[in-house]
C-alpha cells in the first residue's frame, strides 16, 4: 500500500491516506508518483505528495501538520521551541544545546534554553 499526504496552500499536511500500490501503475506496470497523485486529485482535489512509512524518502512520514519542503523534498514536523534549528540533512529539529547523554530523564525549557533533569 501507498501513503499519499494531501497539502494545504502553505504545504502543510492536512490529511494522509491508503492508497492501493495498483492504483500507481503506469502502462508498463511500473509505480508512479503522478499516478498516484492523479488519482488522490481525482477523488478529493489538492495537491498530493507520496510520503514512507519506512522513510524510503522525503525523510520522514508525513504527519498532520508536517510542512513539505520543496527544496529539501522532504516533510517536516512541526518545530517544538522558536530556538531549535533545522538540521537540514536529518530535516529534525535540534536544540541549540545537546541533550545530556545519560540514564537521566529531561525536559527541553525555553526561558532557559537548557534541559532540566526531571526528578
Known sequence: MAHFAQLDENNT????????NNELLDNNGI???????????SLFGGIWK????????????????????EDLDAFISPKPYDSWVLDVDSCLWESPTP?????????WDEPTLAWIEII
Open 99 to 107: 541533550k545530556p547523554n545519560d540514564d537521566k530523564i529531561y525536559r
Open 13 to 20: 499536511v492536512i490529511s494522509v491516506i491508503v492508497v492501493h
Open 50 to 69: 507520496q510520503t514512507s512509512y519506512n522513510a524510503t524518502f522525503r525523510k520522514h512520514y508525513a504527519g498532520f501538520g508536517y510542512i513539505y519542503d
Open 31 to 41: 509505480e508512479q508518483e503522478s499516478k498516484g497523485q492523479e488519482f488522490c486529485n
